[in-house]
């Protein structure tokens, strides 16, 4: 098992550029999530899902879309980056009552 | 979203007990309590998870107790690799994760 795949690891986007961070996991996980952390901070919740087609927003979803066409992949998408985007991206994916497995996270810098 | 509260920082030593206090005072009925162990540059880790009482395995111990408004992750003999970001969670029956801003361990030779 790979466990959970983020690409790319790093991306520098000009302001107003949209694209998508991938995620996908070969654990036949129901549960995932999207997170961003700013340096020093803590990390917080963009979008998640429970399941293929079912998603819902998080602590901050402005910016960002997301969807949930398959088990494996949770693409974040981001419409229109803005400098307070740059940050690092985490995608989390979960079965049952276990702990979260992470990505080691997408560094983006929006100039 | 109630978050969690816990101390922003602690300092240890080598070979000594680490133990970090977490609150929750207004935790839910479902609400399991979990903790989450963070280097720099690379994504939370799990941990441990409990519900009350004590819950142990080969990292760490949690107690919680029984008005499971608080609990305590207790690393045993720390080193110098247990230096790290702490996070303690309240796990909700939706099943989303909200982080607060963690605990800050530094432990020294």
């Known amino acids: 098992n790979a466990g959970v795949t983020q690409t790319p690891k790093f991306q520098v986007l000009k302001t107003g550029q949209s694209m998508t961070l991938q995620c996908a996991q070969d654990?036949?996980?129901?549960?995932m999530s999207w997170y961003r952390q700013d340096p020093g901070m803590g990390l917080r919740l963009i979008h998640y899902?429970?399941?293929?087609?079912?998603?819902d927003q998080g602590e901050v979803p402005n910016g960002y879309n997301v969807s949930r066409s398959t088990t494996e992949d949770f693409p974040l998408r981001l419409l229109s980056a803005a400098p307070s985007q740059t940050s690092v991206y985490f995608c989390a994916s979960r079965t049952g009552s276990d702990g979260y497995t992470f990505g080691s996270g997408t560094r983006l810098t929006v100039v | 979203l109630a978050k969690t509260t816990q101390p922003i920082s602690m300092d240890s030593y080598e070979g000594q007990e680490v133990n970090i206090t977490c609150s929750h005072n207004?935790?839910?009925?479902?609400?399991?309590i979990t903790w989450y162990q963070q280097f720099p540059s690379q994504g939370p880790r799990f941990i441990i998870q409990?519900?009350?009482t004590k819950v142990t395995n080969e990292v760490a111990s949690l107690f919680i107790p029984a008005d499971r408004k608080s609990s305590t992750l207790s690393l045993p003999r720390v080193s110098l690799s247990d230096t790290a970001v702490y996070y303690c969670l309240r796990t909700l029956p939706t099943d989303k994760l909200i982080f607060g801003t963690g605990t800050r361990l530094q432990v020294f030779p």
């Open positions: 899902s429970v399941g293929a087609g079912i998603t």
């Open positions: 654990m036949n996980h129901e549960y």
């Open positions: 409990g519900y009350k």
């Open positions: 207004n935790i839910a009925t479902n609400d399991y």
